[in-house]
């Protein structure tokens, strides 16, 4: 079946510093991701996402990177600050669904 | 404007027992889904309703049912909950337009001893 996974866990950094969380996923018929985050007690609520037909993608402080040749993007936070403070899944959709991945827990440290 | 609302938040069954998750949403949305979490792993479709009168099965339905009462008001149902079925079970809805982005409510935590 279709997968989702994310390279780590658990991701710690200092306050301040850019955050870099990656995603695998398996379906090559995936066209739209999404990444999401997750505060303790709370539903996911949306940050950014990404159509197939583009490689990179910027928001507020974040960025996401596509890499369709090896089925990977990646979530870039930039001056990564305490609020940031949450769990992130990505998000690849199969027809009108998506495929969750497991979550990186992202901690900053003061 | 609410977004997405789920009751109860919290709740603890006994095998056996059966209950039923409420959910609503006030955005007009079109789609609405109901997901578990468990811990180390993403969400997991359960059910979802592409629209009103319609429901269709996710990844583990199994041991639920879902009722898309109105446009509004998306339920999931346990009739015999089971210890495998303690999780925490999120609501989420749609529009069906041009972002595939879900709203997703606060969560119900359920226990099944």
């Known amino acids: 079946g279709e997968s989702v996974g994310l390279h780590l866990p658990t991701l710690s950094v200092q306050e301040g510093d850019n955050s870099i969380i990656n995603c695998a996923y398996s379906n090559s018929a995936s066209d739209y991701f999404i990444w999401y985050k997750q505060e303790s007690g709370k539903g996911p609520q949306f940050i950014i996402d990404?159509?197939?037909?583009?490689d990179k993608r910027q928001g507020q402080r974040v960025t996401v990177l596509l890499n369709k040749t090896v089925k990977h993007l990646s979530l870039q936070i930039a001056a990564t600050q305490p609020g940031d403070s949450a769990v992130y899944f990505c998000?690849?959709?199969?027809?009108?669904?998506?495929?969750f991945g497991p979550g990186t827990r992202l901690s900053v440290l003061p | 404007n609410a977004g997405v609302t789920q009751t109860p938040k919290f709740q603890v069954l006994k095998t056996g027992q059966s209950m039923t998750l409420q959910c609503a949403q006030d955005m007009n949305h079109n789609s609405m889904y109901w997901y578990r979490q468990d811990p180390g792993m993403g969400l997991r479709l359960i059910y979802y309703?592409?629209?009103?009168?319609?429901?269709d099965k996710g990844e583990v339905p199994n041991g639920y049912n879902v009722s898309r009462l109105n446009k509004r008001e998306f339920s999931l149902r346990l009739e015999s909950a089971a210890p495998s079925q303690t999780s925490v079970y999120f609501c989420?809805?749609?529009?069906?337009?041009?972002?595939?982005?879900?709203?997703f409510g606060p969560g119900t935590r359920l226990t099944v001893t």
């Open positions: 990404i159509r197939s037909n583009m």
């Open positions: 309703s592409a629209s009103e009168g319609t429901t």
């Open positions: 989420a809805s749609r529009s069906t337009g041009g972002s595939y982005e879900q709203y």
């Open positions: 998000a690849a959709n199969y027809g009108q669904n998506f495929v």
